[in-house]
């Protein structure tokens, strides 16, 4: 395997767990019948890329959503239940 493919490999097996995980639990939780419509992928840019192109595979849509917008959010509301 060329050096830049092996870069990316755990990343993709890494990846690939945790879809069958998603999926794995979407079927025990809900009914047969029905696939998984949506997604939330909190990453960076380029990983978000690729958990996406996966959600795509499943014919599930994806939201990304950045990092640090998503801690600061969860700041935010962590601090106003305090008030």
């Given at each position: 395997m060329p050096a830049h493919e092996a870069r990316s490999y755990p990343s993709g097996l890494l990846i690939g767990a945790e879809w069958?995980?998603?999926?794995?639990?979407?079927?025990?939780?809900?009914?047969?019948?029905?696939?998984?419509?949506?997604?939330?992928?909190?990453?960076?840019?380029?990983l978000a890329r690729d958990?996406?192109?996966?959600?795509?595979?499943?014919?599930?849509?994806?939201?990304?959503h950045?990092?640090?917008r998503v801690y600061a959010a969860a700041l935010r509301r962590f601090m106003t239940a305090w008030r």
């Amino acid at each position: 395997m060329p050096a830049h493919e092996a870069r990316s490999y755990p990343s993709g097996l890494l990846i690939g767990a945790e879809w069958h995980d998603i999926r794995a639990h979407n079927l025990r939780h809900q009914d047969k019948d029905k696939s998984l419509q949506q997604v939330a992928i909190i990453a960076s840019p380029a990983l978000a890329r690729d958990y996406a192109r996966v959600a795509a595979m499943f014919d599930a849509g994806a939201a990304t959503h950045e990092p640090d917008r998503v801690y600061a959010a969860a700041l935010r509301r962590f601090m106003t239940a305090w008030r």
